[in-house]
């Protein structure tokens, strides 16, 4: 019976462990994936701001925004956070209709306005 509960409390910690170990991941993950320059190429980011991003580049940085919205980041106000996220989900959405229309976009994927209140 003791060894059951052990098990139990072993098994719950591992899970929640390994829950928000992923959780973390979410937003560093998109940051690299569609934020940070590869070598040689524009990140996909700078592609979007420069007009040319196509519509599967742009379907994607929605999904990503919108998963980045349910986290929390590990600094920073929750309302500023939700506000910039907010910002570039609705940026995101103008340039599914227009690619082109780029100008809210650059200013919601600013890197230092965000990073300076939320990045740990
Ligand atoms: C809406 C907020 C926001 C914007 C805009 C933003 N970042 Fe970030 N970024 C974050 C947060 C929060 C982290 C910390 C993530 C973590 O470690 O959990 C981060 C982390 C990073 C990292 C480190 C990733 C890693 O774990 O190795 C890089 C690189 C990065 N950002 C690049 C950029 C660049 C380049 C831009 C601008 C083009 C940018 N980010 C714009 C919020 C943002």
């Not at 701001?49 to 986290?71: F, H, P, R, V, W």
Request: charged share 30%; proline share 5%.
């Amino acid at each position: 019976m003791k060894q059951r509960i052990l098990i139990t409390t072993f098994a719950i910690v591992f899970l929640a462990g390994a829950a928000s170990a992923r959780a973390d991941g979410v937003i560093s993950d998109i940051m690299k994936k569609y934020h940070k320059a590869p070598q040689g190429e524009d990140p996909v980011c700078k592609q979007v701001s420069n007009g040319e991003g196509t519509s599967d580049q742009i379907a994607e940085l929605l999904k990503s925004y919108e998963a980045m919205a349910k986290e929390k980041p590990e600094k920073g106000q929750p309302s500023s956070w939700e506000e910039k996220c907010a910002a570039l989900i609705a940026a995101v959405k103008k340039l599914q209709k227009d690619p082109k229309d780029v100008s809210d976009y650059k200013k919601a994927v600013n890197c230092k306005a965000c990073h300076d209140p939320h990045k740990g």
